[in-house]
């Protein structure tokens, strides 16, 4: 599917900005470039080379100042002729810069096509396109470095490298089938589909950290009313997003906000405090909270350190059993870090619930002590065991599930060999073994799943 005719689409983000960015991709982008733009020194295009010059209409009239550049195909992010235009960035101008280039015969481009073009001409693969969203949509700086990683093609490299392992022996198996009765030479490809399999059971290991890191996690913020759970919040945000008073029940419903907390972002829920209340809108509240826990991947048990155990502590403390929970306990200000004061806090809690907490972390939201190991500590309760963040981890939920067949029917056709299986259903399990790699390179996939992928990104991308 490849396309012949030209598109064009704003790139920046709409609203008001300092620039705003038309872009032209086809056969004719230069010609629609010629017609619209008119530099202020006459000459030749060169590539390259920005010009200084004037949008106009039709009937010649400027539409703006602007600055242009022509990309010669396929040294372009799309492999074809391509022409971005610079303009102020309103939105009406922007607006009116995209219409003259359609009037002139571009047509407007749909979400994602221009990446696509770049996978259909073969400047990147499918998995470089998918890294291109990735890289828009990241949250984290640990995010956006795995989504450069897979721009820059460690992924593809890796699957490619492991597609040949699997080949040898696909190619090994098809000959003793269609030349039965002449003589082939042995060969071995049980050491290629060891290493095939071992090298696409690590990818699909890695995908447990990889996708946290690409897609998040939630986590609920639960305690007593006043037990600083807003101002909690707040700190962890670096930022007053909730309203924080000395009078309990100012949360009367949830907030959630998104963090980075050891390079995961994180949606903290900040949940009105759970006590037994006539108040038909804070118990509306409390529901929510309730809600809340349930969905979170993680729980914050906020206590307010301070103070001795209170009865509503028992239902609150209920609500973490079932889930991952961090016995955080707030306003260590107060006490002047009182060790022995926040062992005897620890044991009462764990009492009450039964067990140990994941973990405990002291902190002070007013001081901001103890902010960044309970970061930390979120980050290892989500991700499991540490594990360093190099850029070699598979992000996408898509590429670990098609992965994960992969490794299965490696490992369905290292078993056939190793029992004695004929050659003819070993190649079956090699031949989809060597297409579900495809899905993620974009080798083996079709026209439908192109769409569906492509059109998740943003119109100009």
Same mark, same amino acid.
């Given at each position: 599917?490849?396309?012949?005719?030209?598109?064009?689409?704003?790139?920046?983000?709409?609203?008001?900005?300092?620039?705003?960015?038309?872009?032209?991709?086809?056969?004719?982008?230069?010609?629609? *470039?010629?017609?619209?733009?008119?530099?202020?020194?006459?000459?030749?295009?060169?590539?390259?080379?920005?010009?200084?010059?004037?949008?106009?209409?039709?009937?010649?009239?400027?539409?703006?100042?602007?600055?242009?550049?022509?990309?010669?195909?396929?040294?372009?992010?799309?492999?074809?002729?391509?022409?971005?235009?610079?303009?102020?960035?309103?939105?009406?101008?922007?607006?009116?810069?995209?219409?003259?280039?359609?009037?002139?015969?571009?047509?407007?481009?749909?979400?994602?096509?221009?990446?696509?073009?770049?996978?259909?001409?073969?400047?990147?693969?499918?998995?470089?396109?998918?890294?291109?969203?990735?890289?828009?949509?990241?949250?984290?700086?640990?995010?956006?470095?795995?989504?450069?990683?897979?721009?820059?093609?460690?992924?593809?490299?890796?699957?490619?490298?492991?597609?040949? *392992?699997?080949?040898?022996?696909?190619?090994?198996?098809?000959?003793?089938?269609?030349?039965?009765?002449?003589?082939?030479?042995?060969?071995?490809?049980?050491?290629?589909?060891?290493?095939?399999?071992?090298?696409?059971?690590?990818?699909?290991?890695?995908?447990?950290?990889?996708?946290?890191?690409?897609?998040?996690?939630?986590?609920?913020?639960?305690?007593?009313?006043?037990?600083?759970?807003?101002?909690?919040?707040?700190?962890?945000?670096?930022?007053?997003?909730?309203?924080?008073?000395?009078?309990?029940?100012?949360?009367?419903?949830?907030?959630?906000?998104?963090?980075?907390?050891?390079?995961?972002?994180?949606?903290?829920?900040?949940?009105?405090?759970?006590?037994?209340?006539?108040?038909?809108?804070?118990?509306?509240?409390?529901?929510?909270?309730?809600?809340?826990?349930?969905?979170?991947?993680?729980? *914050?048990?906020?206590?307010?350190?301070?103070?001795?155990?209170?009865?509503?502590?028992?239902?609150?403390?209920?609500?973490?059993?079932?889930?991952?929970?961090?016995?955080?306990?707030?306003?260590?200000?107060?006490?002047?870090?009182?060790?022995?004061?926040?062992?005897?806090?620890?044991?009462?809690?764990?009492?009450?619930?039964?067990?140990?907490?994941?973990?405990?972390?002291?902190?002070?939201?007013?001081?901001?002590?103890?902010?960044?190991?309970?970061?930390?500590?979120?980050?290892?309760?989500?991700?499991?065991?540490?594990?360093?963040?190099?850029?070699?981890?598979?992000?996408?939920?898509?590429?670990?599930?098609?992965?994960?067949?992969?490794?299965?029917?490696?490992?369905?056709?290292?078993?056939?060999?190793?029992?004695?299986?004929?050659?003819?259903?070993?190649?079956?399990?090699?031949?989809?073994?060597?297409?579900?790699?495809?899905?993620?390179?974009?080798?083996?996939?079709?026209?439908?799943?192109?769409?569906?992928?492509?059109?998740?990104?943003?119109?100009?991308?």
């Amino acid at each position: 599917m490849l396309y012949d005719d030209t598109i064009a689409a704003i790139a920046t983000p709409p609203g008001e900005g300092g620039i705003g960015i038309v872009r032209i991709s086809g056969r004719d982008a230069l010609k629609i *470039l010629e017609r619209i733009f008119v530099p202020v020194r006459p000459g030749r295009w060169k590539p390259y080379q920005m010009r200084y010059g004037r949008v106009v209409d039709q009937n010649g009239a400027v539409v703006d100042e602007a600055l242009a550049v022509f990309m010669r195909g396929p040294r372009s992010f799309t492999a074809e002729d391509t022409a971005e235009i610079s303009v102020h960035g309103g939105p009406l101008v922007v607006e009116r810069v995209l219409q003259q280039a359609l009037a002139a015969g571009a047509r407007a481009a749909a979400p994602g096509e221009f990446t696509m073009r770049a996978f259909l001409n073969g400047r990147i693969d499918l998995a470089q396109a998918e890294a291109t969203l990735d890289i828009i949509t990241a949250r984290t700086t640990t995010a956006l470095a795995l989504a450069e990683a897979q721009l820059g093609g460690w992924l593809s490299q890796e699957l490619h490298r492991i597609r040949d *392992l699997l080949m040898d022996p696909l190619a090994y198996c098809t000959a003793l089938v269609d030349f039965p009765e002449d003589e082939v030479d042995p060969q071995d490809i049980e050491t290629p589909l060891t290493a095939a399999v071992q090298a696409l059971d690590a990818l699909v290991a890695s995908a447990q950290h990889g996708i946290i890191y690409r897609q998040g996690a939630r986590a609920a913020l639960i305690g007593r009313p006043n037990a600083g759970k807003s101002s909690l919040l707040n700190a962890l945000l670096r930022v007053d997003r909730a309203i924080v008073t000395p009078i309990p029940g100012t949360t009367r419903d949830t907030l959630e906000e998104t963090a980075s907390l050891g390079g995961v972002p994180v949606v903290l829920t900040d949940t009105a405090g759970i006590v037994e209340s006539d108040d038909p809108v804070e118990r509306l509240g409390v529901a929510r909270s309730r809600q809340a826990v349930r969905l979170a991947d993680l729980a *914050l048990l906020v206590v307010d350190v301070s103070l001795p155990v209170a009865d509503d502590d028992r239902e609150i403390v209920a609500l973490t059993e079932e889930k991952r929970t961090i016995l955080t306990l707030n306003k260590i200000d107060l006490i002047d870090a009182d060790r022995s004061l926040i062992a005897a806090r620890q044991r009462e809690y764990e009492q009450i619930r039964g067990k140990a907490f994941d973990a405990m972390v002291t902190v002070s939201a007013l001081t901001g002590q103890g902010l960044d190991e309970l970061g930390a500590t979120v980050a290892r309760l989500l991700l499991g065991a540490p594990i360093a963040a190099d850029g070699r981890l598979v992000t996408n939920a898509r590429h670990r599930d098609a992965l994960a067949r992969a490794a299965d029917h490696a490992r369905d056709a290292l078993t056939g060999f190793q029992q004695g299986v004929s050659p003819d259903l070993l190649a079956v399990d090699l031949t989809a073994a060597i297409n579900a790699i495809g899905e993620v390179t974009g080798e083996s996939v079709g026209e439908d799943l192109l769409h569906a992928i492509f059109s998740r990104f943003c119109i100009g991308k």
